[in-house]
């Protein structure tokens, strides 16, 4: 059985039931027109997965296990359109003709069941300076490039957040872009699929019209350069994620949030003289928060002194609230260190689950809670029980 595969490299309606129409009125159209450069791309790539019909010599036994149905493949591409036949290997060939055109931006139309294969679309993300060089330098560069104002690009290598740079390219146009980030920028960029709308519904089969083999007409060709990157204004995306600067966060979360309600406490005992068993409670309950943030910390830095030494001082009334205080501004600096804020304030919930790869409620803010809910009780059963 032979498998006619209609190979397109223009803009097809976003009907499918309307594609094998415009491809009748578009094949005759493209005769004499030479092919364009993603077709020739295609046909060069497909030919050296599997070579032409017309390569092999006379009496190759060889010939048996070609797929295609005619040759040479290159009287089969004229204009923005093209097909090919496939004789036999169909579940090893379709495969890769459609890798193939998706990769190049090219649309597929299967004559036996009308389904349209159209390209998937993919974008750009910058995702930092590569290792090992230095922002301002990769910024300066990165400024030239994209042209954009240098302080601008240093804000953003600094910022550590991915940021979309191009979109709507095929695959080998983001592979050029990427490689130009690498190349002429030192930036680390990653190529990612854009979602697709929803598809049109498929066509039913109908016998098409379209000639499987345009006549040979022979066209000079002249190669095309690769056009020079134009890039996108640059989009914010998100922070990559980093556990340990995710623990630094937290550590400021809770540690902020630990001083917080302690001064509430303290207002509330030394300025309106209230003495309640539920206030001494919260007052404890904050005091293992804030040995939580100094434990925090020290898996952010990597130290033992914060997590066995620190964190269990924390709990004691008065250098609990010390080490809260110095946990904050420390957990600050390893941030700006890093890039992430160039402050002392926290960072936005949404950037620390970023930072995290979470999503939903942080673990700072439900540790909270539960020890907003575990103080009343603690103060109930002190009255209760002693």
């Given at each position: 059985?032979?498998?006619?595969?209609?190979?397109?490299?223009r803009?097809?309606?976003?009907?499918?039931?309307?594609?094998?129409?415009?491809l009748?009125?578009?094949?005759?159209?493209?005769?004499?027109?030479?092919?364009?450069?993603?077709?020739?791309?295609?046909r060069?790539?497909?030919?050296?997965?599997?070579?032409?019909?017309?390569?092999?010599?006379a009496?190759?036994?060889?010939?048996?296990?070609?797929?295609?149905?005619?040759?040479?493949?290159?009287?089969?591409?004229?204009?923005?359109?093209?097909?090919?036949?496939?004789?036999?290997?169909?579940?090893?060939?379709?495969?890769?003709?459609?890798?193939?055109?998706?990769?190049?931006?090219?649309?597929?139309?299967?004559?036996?069941?009308?389904?349209?294969?159209?390209?998937?679309?993919?974008?750009?993300?910058?995702?930092?300076?590569?290792?090992?060089?230095?922002?301002?330098?990769?910024?300066?560069?990165?400024?030239?490039?994209?042209?954009?104002?240098?302080?601008?690009?240093?804000?953003?290598?600094h910022?550590?957040?991915?940021?979309?740079?191009?979109?709507?390219?095929?695959?080998?146009?983001?592979?050029?872009?990427?490689?130009?980030?690498?190349?002429?920028?030192?930036?680390?960029?990653s190529?990612?699929?854009?979602?697709?709308?929803?598809?049109?519904?498929?066509?039913?089969?109908v016998?098409?019209?379209?000639?499987?083999?345009?006549?040979?007409?022979?066209?000079?060709?002249?190669?095309?350069?690769?056009?020079?990157?134009?890039?996108?204004?640059?989009?914010?995306?998100?922070?990559e994620?980093?556990?340990?600067?995710?623990?630094?966060?937290?550590?400021?979360?809770?540690?902020?949030?630990?001083?917080?309600?302690?001064?509430?406490?303290?207002?509330?005992?030394?300025?309106?003289?209230?003495?309640?068993?539920?206030l001494?409670?919260?007052?404890?309950?904050?005091?293992?928060?804030?040995?939580?943030?100094?434990?925090?910390?020290?898996?952010?830095?990597?130290?033992?002194?914060?997590?066995?030494?620190?964190?269990?001082?924390?709990?004691?009334p008065?250098?609990?609230?010390?080490?809260?205080?110095?946990?904050?501004?420390?957990?600050?600096?390893?941030?700006?260190?890093?890039?992430?804020?160039?402050?002392?304030?926290?960072?936005?919930?949404?950037?620390?689950?970023e930072?995290?790869?979470?999503?939903?409620?942080?673990?700072?803010?439900?540790?909270?809670?539960?020890?907003?809910?575990?103080?009343?009780?603690?103060?109930?059963?002190?009255?209760?029980?002693?």
């Amino acid at each position: 059985m032979t498998y006619l595969l209609h190979i397109v490299a223009r803009e097809v309606p976003a009907n499918d039931a309307e594609v094998l129409p415009f491809l009748e009125q578009i094949a005759g159209a493209t005769i004499s027109i030479a092919p364009s450069q993603q077709l020739k791309s295609f046909r060069d790539a497909i030919v050296k997965l599997f070579p032409c019909l017309s390569s092999y010599g006379a009496g190759d036994k060889a010939i048996d296990n070609c797929p295609w149905a005619d040759g040479p493949l290159s009287d089969n591409f004229k204009g923005g359109y093209g097909s090919v036949a496939i004789a036999r290997r169909h579940d090893e060939v379709i495969p890769h003709v459609l890798r193939i055109a998706s990769d190049l931006g090219v649309t597929v139309v299967d004559e036996q069941n009308g389904a349209v294969h159209r390209p998937l679309s993919y974008q750009v993300v910058l995702e930092g300076a590569l290792e090992g060089v230095e922002v301002e330098v990769a910024a300066t560069q990165l400024a030239e490039l994209m042209n954009q104002p240098l302080p601008q690009m240093v804000l953003l290598l600094h910022s550590r957040r991915r940021t979309l740079v191009k979109k709507g390219l095929t695959r080998t146009q983001a592979e050029v872009y990427v490689a130009a980030l690498r190349e002429r920028a030192s930036c680390r960029a990653s190529v990612s699929p854009e979602p697709r709308k929803s598809p049109a519904k498929a066509a039913p089969h109908v016998a098409s019209k379209v000639p499987a083999k345009a006549p040979s007409v022979p066209q000079p060709r002249v190669p095309q350069p690769q056009p020079a990157p134009v890039f996108d204004a640059p989009t914010f995306v998100g922070i990559e994620p980093d556990e340990k600067m995710f623990k630094a966060a937290e550590s400021q979360r809770m540690a902020a949030r630990a001083l917080l309600f302690s001064g509430v406490v303290l207002l509330l005992v030394m300025v309106l003289r209230l003495n309640s068993p539920y206030l001494f409670a919260l007052a404890l309950a904050m005091n293992v928060l804030g040995a939580a943030a100094v434990f925090q910390l020290g898996q952010a830095t990597g130290s033992t002194l914060f997590r066995m030494v620190l964190s269990p001082l924390a709990l004691v009334p008065g250098i609990g609230s010390l080490l809260a205080i110095w946990t904050y501004f420390r957990a600050a600096g390893v941030l700006k260190a890093n890039g992430l804020t160039t402050r002392n304030a926290l960072l936005d919930a949404d950037e620390v689950r970023e930072l995290g790869g979470r999503e939903g409620m942080l673990p700072s803010t439900k540790l909270l809670l539960a020890l907003l809910v575990l103080a009343p009780a603690g103060g109930y059963a002190y009255i209760t029980y002693l």
